[in-house]
């Protein structure tokens, strides 16, 4: 999906909400789908503060940031670090993460066999499946390297 196109989905979904896209709106909305980074409101916020364009309050990017979330513009999700990070999902595919506790790196991943699994275990309890998130915490192969010489008696 085209950025254009979710822009007017927002925009309808303002309108809905009795809402208007003001500038700064249309600034935070912009950025957030400029990159394709997860990325937190806090470093969102310095983005905005660094380039050119409407002046936007802190508290402005965490109430756009919200309804991004609760329009499924974004998903956001805990990234063990003490803060939300963010990405955007509409127009993209479903994934999962892998999460390094030691540097933060995030890895997207998809594997069809967890969705299965996943399909199978609801349907074994009569349970419906509306959504989900997997993220799989560890070290990424630099920090697990790291951590190995560091463990490891005379080695520098």
């Not at 409101?41 to 905005?48: G, Q």
């Not at 513009?73 to 999460?99: A, I, K, N, P, T």
């Not at 390094?100 to 199978?120: L, M, N, P, S």
Request: hydrophobic share 30%.
């Amino acid at each position: 999906m085209k950025q254009a196109a979710i822009r007017r989905a927002f925009e309808e979904y303002l309108r809905e909400k009795a809402l208007k896209l003001t500038s700064q709106r249309g600034r935070i909305f912009d950025r957030a789908f400029a990159t394709h980074d997860h990325f937190s409101a806090e470093r969102l916020y310095e983005w905005l503060r660094e380039e050119e364009g409407p002046s936007v309050s802190r508290a402005t990017v965490y109430r756009t940031l919200g309804m991004l979330v609760e329009g499924n513009f974004l998903d956001s999700f805990d990234s063990g670090r003490g803060e939300l990070l963010y990405e955007h999902v509409m127009g993209h595919r479903h994934h999962d993460h892998l999460v390094c506790i030691d540097c933060g790196r995030i890895e997207e991943f998809f594997d069809e066999r967890i969705e299965e699994v996943q399909e199978e275990i609801c349907n074994d309890h009569g349970f419906v499946l509306v959504d989900h998130d997997h993220k799989l915490r560890g070290y990424c192969r630099s920090c697990a390297k790291k951590r190995t010489r560091e463990e490891t008696p005379g080695s520098s």
